[in-house]
């Protein structure tokens, strides 16, 4: 069997783009990597990319030079995870509080991580999590 390496994209499907990239850019500081009137993609971490679409825009075939990329699409709640380090999980506490964010559910995992979990603006349900969660990480 061929190895996987790790997961290179992660895709939310949005209501509103525009909204939707400002708060991953502006309150979740990702860089953008890529913008057009279809999409945005964000830079996490160096070690993957967070993929914005509109709901429902995504539905034909895209034609580019470099080939074509199958039609996709979502809708309703998703769920997705950013690795944080331990000792930046208060700081991301405080952040979320002062942008007016609430934290909806903390967890405390048998092999010591800890993950807070809160909402993007389309009810994307984020994900922090500190190293002890998984078996590996």
Known sequence: MP???????TVLYVKDLERAAAFYEEFMELPVLFSDQRMRAFD??????LLLFVTGQSLRPVETPMGTIPPHDGEGP???????????????EKHLDKGGIAVESRMEWPRGGISIYFRDPD???????????WKGY
């Open 3 to 9: 190895k996987l390496e790790r997961i290179l994209e």
């Open 44 to 49: 996490v971490g160096g070690n993957g990319t």
């Open 78 to 92: 998703a769920h997705i995870a950013f690795s944080i380090a331990k000792a930046e999980l208060k700081a991301w």
């Open 123 to 133: 009810g994307h349900l984020l994900e922090l999590a500190t190293p002890g969660l």
